[in-house]
């Protein structure tokens, strides 16, 4: 696994767990009472988006670092994925 690839597959990783991440514990606008004219009533008024982007990233190292591990190991290769056996004998 060269650097480029590790660091594609943080990226992905990090924006899936980032993505799970934002929908938790955000306050609405008509929760806490304060509806700015011109806005949804479902907009956020509290997101923490520093505080959610910073969880994810340790989250994602967690998940990287195993991924890595098992790529690594030679746990999983390509091969495991071969169905239709079209990479011929090893």
């Given at each position: 696994?060269?650097?480029?690839?590790?660091?594609?597959?943080?990226?992905?990783?990090?924006?899936?767990?980032?993505?799970?991440?934002?929908?938790?514990?955000?306050?609405?606008?008509?929760?806490?009472?304060?509806?700015?004219?011109?806005?949804?009533?479902?907009?956020?008024?509290?997101?923490?988006?520093?505080?959610?982007?910073?969880?994810?990233?340790?989250?994602a190292l967690v998940i990287w670092l195993i991924a890595v591990g098992i790529i690594l190991s030679g746990w999983?290769?390509?091969?495991?994925?071969?169905?239709?056996?079209?990479?011929?004998?090893?």
């Amino acid at each position: 696994m060269s650097v480029t690839s590790s660091l594609v597959l943080l990226a992905i990783i990090w924006v899936m767990v980032f993505f799970v991440a934002l929908p938790i514990r955000v306050q609405t606008q008509s929760e806490s009472g304060k509806v700015e004219p011109g806005t949804h009533e479902g907009a956020p008024q509290v997101h923490n988006l520093g505080k959610k982007a910073l969880i994810s990233t340790v989250v994602a190292l967690v998940i990287w670092l195993i991924a890595v591990g098992i790529i690594l190991s030679g746990w999983i290769s390509v091969r495991d994925f071969d169905m239709f056996n079209r990479m011929g004998p090893t």
